[in-house]
């Protein structure tokens, strides 16, 4: 199942009031698919905040998405440079009413899909985070959408389809932020 969802640009600070299973899980599985339509012309916000120190920047670059009848934020995806280490991560910030053992999964195109361990959930929703080998970055810059495919807790399979339109500038602009 492709969930229905509309792209919304914003900063989230990894919570989500989310959607379909506060309303029941039926209405996940009642969703009709279709693609991500983008609000503007690149989908993927670049933000930063002072670190620690007050004097070094610290970036991500994400995208939010929300269901497209009622609103609600759907999923939250985040990349950002790794702490203490070379290269980035990327954080998924998932809907509540998932089959948590199954993880989470993430797929460029039509290219080898990886799960990822869903590591820790709260009133906002559930969340799981991968270290992104450059070779992933590479992949994305050139991909078309990025597939975060979960199980609901009735183990019905869920894909949400993540436009990767503009991501290579967003994080051109990450880069820049050294």
């Keep these: 199942m492709i969930l229905n969802v509309t792209v919304r640009s914003g900063y989230v600070a990894f ?7 506060s309303a029941g899980a039926a209405m996940a599985e009642e969703a009709k698919p279709a693609a991500p339509k ?8 670049v933000n930063c905040s002072s670190g620690a120190t007050g004097t070094e920047l610290q970036c991500q670059v ?3 998405l929300t269901e497209s009848k009622t609103g ?3 999923l939250t995806v985040t990349v ?3 702490e203490d280490a070379q ?3 990327m954080l998924l910030a998932l809907p509540h009413g998932l089959f948590l053992p199954s993880g989470a999964s993430y797929q460029i ?3 080898k899909k ?5 590591q820790t959930s709260d009133q906002n929703g559930a969340y799981a985070a991968v270290p992104l080998a450059l070779e992933i970055i590479k992949a994305m810059r050139s991909g078309t959408m990025l597939n975060i495919g979960m199980e609901s807790v009735t183990r019905k399979p869920v894909t949400i389809p993540v436009s990767l339109k503009g991501f290579g500038a967003a994080i051109d602009k990450l880069e820049a932020t050294k």
């Design 15 to 21: 919570a989500l009031c989310l959607l379909l299973f």
């Design 87 to 89: 290269g980035f991560a």
């Design 109 to 111: 195109d039509s290219g």
């Design 114 to 118: 990886a799960t990822v361990a869903i």
């Design 80 to 82: 950002r440079r790794q």
């Design 62 to 64: 994400s995208q939010n």
């Design 72 to 74: 609600q934020r759907v």
């Design 38 to 45: 983008p609000v503007d012309s690149n989908p993927w916000m």
